[in-house]
């Protein structure tokens, strides 16, 4: 038995990703933002910050990883500062 599962786009050879026409909700914005200002990425603190639940927080960086096909929270930051959907922090 031979199963065939095809994940590139034969004519362009691209690979599909699930964030093609989709955007971020502004929940998951509002958090990329928070973790810029509050300088972390803790879960715990960032449910307190936004008087969310950890396991809430959690979901919403699973899902801010998927999105931006990264894996690691360090790594989505910096991508989202790249590609403008957040402001960049501030060198000092």
Known sequence: MSVNIVDRDQSQGKRLTQSQGKRLTPALYTLLEACVEMKTTNTKVLAAHLCRSPATIRTEFQRILSFM???CRYEALRKAEDNGL??????R
């Open 69 to 71: 096909d990264v894996h």
């Open 86 to 91: 957040i402001r960049r922090r501030k060198r």
